[in-house]
Protein backbone atom coordinates (compact mmCIF):
# COMPACT_ATOMS: atom_id res chain seq x y z
CA UNK A 1 0.00 0.00 0.00
CA UNK A 2 1.40 3.14 -1.33
CA UNK A 3 0.53 5.15 2.35
CA UNK A 4 1.49 1.97 4.68
CA UNK A 5 5.06 3.91 5.71
CA UNK A 6 3.88 7.26 6.79
CA UNK A 7 2.72 6.68 10.67
CA UNK A 8 5.74 4.19 11.02
CA UNK A 9 8.05 7.48 10.09
CA UNK A 10 6.53 10.78 9.96
CA UNK A 11 2.93 10.21 11.72
CA UNK A 12 2.27 12.29 14.90
CA UNK A 13 4.65 15.30 13.44
CA UNK A 14 7.26 13.59 14.72
CA UNK A 15 10.77 15.77 13.96
CA UNK A 16 12.95 12.75 14.44
CA UNK A 17 13.67 9.44 12.86
CA UNK A 18 15.75 7.26 14.62
CA UNK A 19 16.43 4.18 12.55
CA UNK A 20 16.25 3.92 8.65
CA UNK A 21 13.00 1.79 8.27
CA UNK A 22 13.05 -1.85 6.91
CA UNK A 23 13.50 -1.65 2.84
CA UNK A 24 16.06 0.81 2.94
CA UNK A 25 19.07 0.85 0.68
CA UNK A 26 21.70 3.40 0.08
CA UNK A 27 21.16 6.42 -2.52
CA UNK A 28 22.64 5.74 -6.24
CA UNK A 29 25.37 8.44 -6.29
CA UNK A 30 26.66 8.40 -10.15
CA UNK A 31 29.95 9.51 -11.22
CA UNK A 32 30.48 9.54 -14.92
CA UNK A 33 30.65 13.57 -16.15
CA UNK A 34 28.69 13.85 -18.93
CA UNK A 35 27.56 17.21 -21.02
CA UNK A 36 24.68 19.80 -20.54
CA UNK A 37 21.18 19.05 -21.90
CA UNK A 38 18.79 21.65 -23.55
CA UNK A 39 15.47 19.65 -22.64
CA UNK A 40 14.40 16.48 -20.89
CA UNK A 41 14.49 14.47 -23.98
CA UNK A 42 17.63 14.83 -25.12
CA UNK A 43 19.07 14.09 -21.30
CA UNK A 44 16.14 10.84 -21.48
CA UNK A 45 17.52 9.99 -24.53
CA UNK A 46 21.53 10.29 -23.48
CA UNK A 47 20.85 8.43 -20.01
CA UNK A 48 19.43 4.98 -22.09
CA UNK A 49 23.20 4.72 -23.08
CA UNK A 50 24.69 6.34 -20.05
CA UNK A 51 22.99 5.24 -16.87
CA UNK A 52 25.86 6.74 -14.77
CA UNK A 53 25.38 10.22 -15.83
CA UNK A 54 25.73 13.03 -14.25
CA UNK A 55 26.13 16.78 -15.16
CA UNK A 56 29.82 17.56 -15.35
CA UNK A 57 31.47 19.30 -12.46
CA UNK A 58 28.44 17.74 -9.89
CA UNK A 59 29.06 14.86 -7.78
CA UNK A 60 33.19 16.26 -7.25
CA UNK A 61 33.67 15.09 -3.85
CA UNK A 62 37.01 17.40 -3.64
CA UNK A 63 35.27 20.50 -4.35
CA UNK A 64 36.11 22.95 -1.25
CA UNK A 65 33.44 25.72 -0.97
CA UNK A 66 34.76 29.02 -0.28
CA UNK A 67 33.79 32.45 1.33
CA UNK A 68 31.98 33.34 -1.60
CA UNK A 69 29.83 30.19 -1.73
CA UNK A 70 30.12 28.52 1.74
CA UNK A 71 27.95 25.83 0.92
CA UNK A 72 27.64 23.21 -1.15
CA UNK A 73 24.28 22.80 -3.35
CA UNK A 74 22.34 19.29 -3.42
CA UNK A 75 19.65 18.61 -6.24
CA UNK A 76 16.66 16.35 -5.75
CA UNK A 77 15.26 15.11 -8.76
CA UNK A 78 11.69 14.86 -9.23
CA UNK A 79 9.33 11.53 -9.58
CA UNK A 80 10.26 8.79 -12.46
CA UNK A 81 13.70 10.57 -13.23
CA UNK A 82 17.06 11.07 -12.36
CA UNK A 83 20.06 13.52 -11.63
CA UNK A 84 20.78 13.95 -15.29
CA UNK A 85 17.24 13.87 -16.98
CA UNK A 86 16.23 16.81 -14.29
CA UNK A 87 19.51 18.45 -13.92
CA UNK A 88 21.70 18.27 -17.16
CA UNK A 89 20.37 21.94 -17.56
CA UNK A 90 21.16 23.41 -14.11
CA UNK A 91 23.65 22.06 -12.60
CA UNK A 92 25.94 22.97 -14.98
CA UNK A 93 25.47 26.73 -14.82
CA UNK A 94 25.80 26.33 -10.72
CA UNK A 95 29.11 24.55 -11.12
CA UNK A 96 30.45 27.38 -13.60
CA UNK A 97 29.51 30.02 -11.13
CA UNK A 98 31.97 27.97 -8.58
CA UNK A 99 29.56 26.58 -5.83
CA UNK A 100 30.13 23.01 -5.13
CA UNK A 101 27.01 20.75 -6.67
CA UNK A 102 25.54 17.19 -5.23
CA UNK A 103 23.23 15.18 -6.31
CA UNK A 104 21.89 11.83 -6.15
CA UNK A 105 19.06 9.37 -7.85
CA UNK A 106 17.07 8.22 -5.19
CA UNK A 107 13.86 6.18 -4.72
CA UNK A 108 14.74 3.47 -6.72
CA UNK A 109 17.26 0.83 -8.41
CA UNK A 110 16.18 -1.82 -5.37
CA UNK A 111 13.88 -5.28 -6.04
CA UNK A 112 10.61 -2.80 -5.89
CA UNK A 113 11.47 -0.28 -8.41
CA UNK A 114 12.78 -0.02 -11.72
CA UNK A 115 12.76 3.73 -11.79
CA UNK A 116 14.74 6.30 -9.64
CA UNK A 117 11.95 8.76 -8.13
CA UNK A 118 9.38 5.91 -7.65
CA UNK A 119 9.54 4.35 -3.75
CA UNK A 120 8.38 5.59 -0.51
CA UNK A 121 9.01 8.86 -0.17
CA UNK A 122 10.19 8.32 3.18
CA UNK A 123 12.55 5.94 2.08
CA UNK A 124 13.87 8.51 -0.19
CA UNK A 125 14.25 10.66 2.45
CA UNK A 126 16.40 8.67 4.69
CA UNK A 127 18.65 8.01 1.47
CA UNK A 128 18.84 12.20 1.49
CA UNK A 129 20.02 12.00 4.78
CA UNK A 130 22.71 9.78 4.20
CA UNK A 131 24.07 11.71 1.09
CA UNK A 132 24.39 14.90 3.18
CA UNK A 133 26.10 13.67 5.44
CA UNK A 134 28.27 12.25 2.99
CA UNK A 135 28.31 15.27 1.29
CA UNK A 136 29.11 17.56 4.49
CA UNK A 137 31.72 15.61 5.46
CA UNK A 138 33.93 15.68 2.27
CA UNK A 139 33.31 19.26 1.85
CA UNK A 140 33.89 20.69 5.63
CA UNK A 141 31.04 22.59 5.67
CA UNK A 142 28.35 23.10 8.25
CA UNK A 143 25.15 23.43 6.02
CA UNK A 144 23.76 22.56 2.61
CA UNK A 145 22.04 24.26 0.18
CA UNK A 146 19.09 21.85 -1.05
CA UNK A 147 17.01 22.63 -4.11
CA UNK A 148 14.64 19.74 -5.21
CA UNK A 149 12.17 19.32 -8.37
CA UNK A 150 8.74 18.63 -8.14
CA UNK A 151 9.30 15.23 -5.88
CA UNK A 152 12.76 16.05 -4.71
CA UNK A 153 11.13 18.95 -3.29
CA UNK A 154 8.67 17.01 -0.96
CA UNK A 155 11.69 14.62 -0.22
CA UNK A 156 14.32 17.41 0.81
CA UNK A 157 11.11 19.10 2.47
CA UNK A 158 10.20 15.88 4.88
CA UNK A 159 14.14 15.73 5.82
CA UNK A 160 14.53 18.65 6.76
CA UNK A 161 11.27 18.90 8.53
CA UNK A 162 10.35 15.27 10.07
CA UNK A 163 13.05 13.39 10.37
CA UNK A 164 15.80 15.91 11.78
CA UNK A 165 17.65 17.70 8.72
CA UNK A 166 17.05 21.12 9.48
CA UNK A 167 20.48 21.90 11.39
CA UNK A 168 22.98 21.19 8.60
CA UNK A 169 20.43 22.96 6.03
CA UNK A 170 20.46 26.65 5.20
CA UNK A 171 18.39 26.70 2.11
CA UNK A 172 15.52 25.24 1.11
CA UNK A 173 14.76 25.63 -2.89
CA UNK A 174 11.55 23.94 -4.28
CA UNK A 175 11.16 24.03 -8.10
CA UNK A 176 7.50 23.38 -8.83
CA UNK A 177 7.02 21.77 -5.29
CA UNK A 178 3.92 19.79 -4.66
CA UNK A 179 3.37 21.00 -1.47
CA UNK A 180 -0.27 20.39 -0.68
CA UNK A 181 0.13 17.72 -3.93
CA UNK A 182 -1.27 17.32 -7.03
CA UNK A 183 -4.44 16.32 -9.06
CA UNK A 184 -2.67 15.20 -11.90
CA UNK A 185 -5.02 16.59 -14.64
CA UNK A 186 -8.09 16.01 -12.31
CA UNK A 187 -7.55 11.95 -12.08
CA UNK A 188 -6.67 12.38 -8.35
CA UNK A 189 -9.89 13.48 -7.08
CA UNK A 190 -11.93 10.76 -9.62
CA UNK A 191 -9.26 8.07 -8.58
CA UNK A 192 -10.22 8.67 -4.80
CA UNK A 193 -13.90 8.31 -5.33
CA UNK A 194 -13.78 5.02 -6.54
CA UNK A 195 -13.50 1.85 -4.17
CA UNK A 196 -9.48 0.66 -4.57
CA UNK A 197 -9.06 3.26 -7.07
CA UNK A 198 -5.93 4.83 -5.64
CA UNK A 199 -4.81 1.15 -5.72
CA UNK A 200 -5.18 0.54 -9.37
CA UNK A 201 -3.74 3.84 -9.59
CA UNK A 202 -0.18 3.14 -7.69
CA UNK A 203 0.23 -0.25 -10.12
CA UNK A 204 -0.35 2.53 -13.12
CA UNK A 205 2.12 4.87 -11.87
CA UNK A 206 3.96 4.58 -8.65
CA UNK A 207 3.83 4.28 -5.13
CA UNK A 208 5.74 7.90 -4.97
CA UNK A 209 3.12 9.23 -7.54
CA UNK A 210 0.26 8.21 -5.62
CA UNK A 211 1.60 9.05 -1.99
CA UNK A 212 1.88 12.83 -3.55
CA UNK A 213 -1.90 13.21 -4.65
CA UNK A 214 -3.71 16.12 -2.63
CA UNK A 215 -4.94 15.28 1.00
CA UNK A 216 -2.58 11.77 0.94
CA UNK A 217 -1.87 10.65 4.33
CA UNK A 218 1.92 11.32 3.29
CA UNK A 219 0.64 14.86 2.19
CA UNK A 220 -0.68 15.65 5.46
CA UNK A 221 1.71 13.94 7.36
CA UNK A 222 4.53 16.30 6.17
CA UNK A 223 2.78 19.89 6.37
CA UNK A 224 1.06 18.79 10.32
CA UNK A 225 2.59 20.57 12.59
CA UNK A 226 3.52 23.39 10.07
CA UNK A 227 4.79 23.82 6.76
CA UNK A 228 8.23 24.89 8.06
CA UNK A 229 10.48 24.59 11.15
CA UNK A 230 12.65 27.34 12.35
CA UNK A 231 16.14 28.10 11.24
CA UNK A 232 16.53 27.19 7.42
CA UNK A 233 14.80 29.72 4.93
CA UNK A 234 12.28 28.65 2.45
CA UNK A 235 11.62 29.34 -1.29
CA UNK A 236 9.26 28.07 -3.71
CA UNK A 237 9.25 28.86 -7.31
CA UNK A 238 6.08 27.95 -9.19
CA UNK A 239 4.07 28.24 -12.52
CA UNK A 240 0.64 29.74 -12.79
CA UNK A 241 -0.05 27.10 -15.12
CA UNK A 242 1.55 24.05 -13.49
CA UNK A 243 0.04 20.80 -15.63
CA UNK A 244 0.54 18.95 -12.33
CA UNK A 245 -0.16 21.07 -9.50
CA UNK A 246 -3.86 22.76 -9.22
CA UNK A 247 -4.94 25.31 -7.19
CA UNK A 248 -1.50 26.69 -7.94
CA UNK A 249 -2.13 27.67 -3.98
CA UNK A 250 -1.12 24.24 -3.17
CA UNK A 251 2.37 25.44 -4.45
CA UNK A 252 3.02 27.54 -2.32
CA UNK A 253 4.48 27.28 1.73
CA UNK A 254 1.98 28.17 4.35
CA UNK A 255 4.10 28.61 7.09
CA UNK A 256 6.68 31.44 8.50
CA UNK A 257 9.95 32.09 7.10
CA UNK A 258 8.37 31.27 3.46
CA UNK A 259 9.04 33.09 0.25
CA UNK A 260 6.27 31.94 -2.67
CA UNK A 261 7.92 32.99 -5.90
CA UNK A 262 5.53 32.76 -8.94
CA UNK A 263 7.34 32.52 -12.27
CA UNK A 264 4.79 34.71 -14.09
CA UNK A 265 5.10 37.55 -11.78
CA UNK A 266 8.41 38.09 -12.34
CA UNK A 267 8.06 37.27 -16.57
CA UNK A 268 4.59 37.49 -17.68
CA UNK A 269 5.18 36.27 -21.06
CA UNK A 270 6.73 33.28 -19.75
CA UNK A 271 4.51 30.02 -20.00
CA UNK A 272 6.54 27.39 -19.16
CA UNK A 273 4.72 24.88 -16.63
CA UNK A 274 5.55 21.68 -14.83
CA UNK A 275 7.47 19.42 -16.74
CA UNK A 276 10.10 22.08 -18.64
CA UNK A 277 10.55 24.00 -15.50
CA UNK A 278 14.18 22.91 -15.14
CA UNK A 279 15.11 23.52 -18.68
CA UNK A 280 13.47 26.81 -18.66
CA UNK A 281 16.16 29.51 -18.98
CA UNK A 282 14.64 31.82 -16.63
CA UNK A 283 14.38 29.37 -13.98
CA UNK A 284 17.87 28.23 -14.77
CA UNK A 285 18.97 31.92 -14.25
CA UNK A 286 16.58 32.36 -11.19
CA UNK A 287 17.67 29.06 -9.39
CA UNK A 288 21.68 30.57 -9.56
CA UNK A 289 20.49 33.67 -8.17
CA UNK A 290 18.94 32.31 -5.65
CA UNK A 291 21.71 30.36 -4.61
CA UNK A 292 24.57 33.49 -5.64
CA UNK A 293 22.57 36.57 -4.91
CA UNK A 294 25.94 38.57 -7.09
CA UNK A 295 25.23 36.22 -10.10
CA UNK A 296 23.27 38.15 -12.79
CA UNK A 297 19.46 39.02 -12.97
CA UNK A 298 17.38 36.54 -15.15
CA UNK A 299 16.56 38.10 -18.28
CA UNK A 300 12.87 37.34 -19.76
CA UNK A 301 11.79 35.90 -22.46
CA UNK A 302 8.49 34.74 -24.22
CA UNK A 303 7.68 31.01 -23.73
CA UNK A 304 5.20 29.25 -25.06
CA UNK A 305 2.48 26.82 -23.16
CA UNK A 306 2.74 23.44 -23.47
CA UNK A 307 6.25 23.98 -24.01
CA UNK A 308 8.78 20.80 -23.08
CA UNK A 309 5.55 18.52 -22.50
CA UNK A 310 6.08 16.71 -25.95
CA UNK A 311 9.67 16.38 -24.72
CA UNK A 312 8.77 14.69 -21.94
CA UNK A 313 5.71 12.11 -22.97
CA UNK A 314 8.52 11.11 -25.55
CA UNK A 315 10.56 10.16 -23.30
CA UNK A 316 8.67 8.10 -21.03
CA UNK A 317 7.82 6.26 -24.28
CA UNK A 318 11.21 5.70 -25.63
Not at 82 to 106: E, K, M, R
Not at 128 to 141: K, Y
Amino acid sequence: MACALAGVLIGSGATQATAAPEGYHPPDVPTNAAPAQSDHLAAAVYTKTHPQAVPAGTNDFGCKPTAEHPRPVILAHGTDSSVYSDWSGIAPQLTADGLCVFALNYGGASANAKTYGTEHMQLSGYQLGEFVDRVLAATGAAKVDLVGFSQGANVTRLYINKLGGAPKVDQWIGLASPTYGGVMYGLVPVVQAIPGGLDAFEKATSTAAVEQAQDSPVMKDLNAGGDTVPGVRYITVGSKVDEMIQPFSNIALRGPGAQNIALQDLCPEDLTGHFNMVFDPFIQQLTLQLLDPSAPKPVCKPVALGTGIPQVIIAGHS
